[in-house]
């Protein structure tokens, strides 16, 4: 079923920014037990001033997003993955996650509230989806809450980088680390990302799109951007992308790592030496914000190697990047059941 009602925004221009939409959802772990969750159109949360997520760092959260097809149809990429991701993320900080099957039915009933909202096909845009837990029962001594608070937020937006599918450039960041090895760095936890806001606005006042980290034990090794995951493109045509117990475990990266072997590629999921930067014939940052960005050039230690010399995306970026939005907007056969259609 089409959308109906379509809020009327100039889809075609949205930032990659929050926008009040109708409704979000939230359901509550207290006793034992998920509760059968409400809706609302409020933007606030009334939160105890002691809640773990505001002293321990209790919060984790997701990002996903939906589509409108050429047909009317609207698409959910890899909701169930999401699912347990945030179920992997929540272990590691000993929170309570929700099941699989009620973060499936949060996201539909989040996207379904708000489907007004949905970008229209051929747009650019998307309708972004936020799943967020936090515990949210007090606690003064260190320790997991009692009480948790998992709500799902829809919001429509352009591309994570303003430029969208085009390259972009990269500094490699040696004085800030992002993640220790035997951390939680493979969570989404919402600590990781402020401890990468340093080095992401050290690279924008220098000029760059964002920093590539390095390893944190020995700095010999790549890890990530603040926001995505890196790989590279050798001259004999091998995905190589890498191993790291401090890199986030990206959905999108593990679903490019699936069609690139389709397509041909040779993917190498191992440590890839920062020296190795300078072999890669193309390189990308992956995620489900930016989907994928070329990447134009790294510059480390003042020394700069430029993947992409006339600003436009490599061919492998290129192809890669076809082939999971063909997915992702029902355009090619979704032969691994990535696609959710949410009826509306």
Not at 297 to 321: F, I, N, Q
Request: with cysteine.
């Amino acid at each position: 079923m089409p959308v109906k009602d379509r809020a009327q925004l100039d889809y075609a221009h949205l930032p990659f920014a929050y926008l009040k939409t109708d409704a979000n959802v939230r359901y509550t772990w207290r006793a034992g037990a998920w509760d059968g969750g409400v809706e609302t159109d409020s933007e606030t949360l009334p939160l105890h001033m002691a809640a773990t997520a505001l002293h321990y760092g209790q919060a984790v959260f997701e990002g996903l997003k939906a589509y409108e097809a050429r047909d009317g149809r609207v698409l959910c990429f890899r909701v169930a993955e999401n699912a347990k991701r945030m179920i992997r993320s929540a272990e590691m900080l000993l929170m309570q996650a929700p099941p699989v099957e009620l973060f499936c039915s949060a996201v539909v009933r989040a996207v379904r509230a708000n489907q007004r909202f949905i970008p229209p096909y051929g747009s650019g845009a998307s309708l972004y989806i936020r799943p967020l837990l936090i515990g949210s029962g007090p606690r003064i001594g260190v320790g997991p809450a009692d009480e948790y608070l998992f709500l799902v937020l829809v919001t429509p937006v352009g591309p994570y980088f303003k430029q969208g599918f085009a390259p972009t450039r990269l500094v490699v960041e040696e004085e800030i680390d992002r993640a220790a090895p035997l951390g939680v760095g493979s969570a989404k936890a919402a600590g990781n990302y402020a401890a990468g806001m340093r080095g992401t606005v050290k690279a924008k006042r220098a000029g760059y799109g964002e920093a590539l980290y390095l390893d944190a034990r020995e700095h010999k090794y790549v890890d990530e951007l603040g926001a995505a995951n890196f790989f590279g493109i050798t001259r004999d045509r091998a995905y190589v992308t890498p191993d790291s117990p401090s890199v986030l475990a990206s959905v999108t990266n593990m679903s490019l790592r699936t069609l690139a072997a389709r397509l041909g590629y040779r993917v190498e999921l191992r440590p890839v030496a920062a020296q190795e930067l300078r072999d890669f014939v193309e390189a990308g940052a992956c995620g489900t914000a930016a989907v994928i960005t070329p990447i134009e050039s790294v510059t480390m230690r003042g020394a700069t190697t430029v993947y992409l010399k006339d600003g436009r995306p490599g061919p492998c970026c290129t192809e890669l990047y076809r082939a999971l939005t063909a997915v992702q907007l029902g355009e090619a056969p979704d032969d691994d059941g990535w696609t959710e259609e949410i009826a509306l």
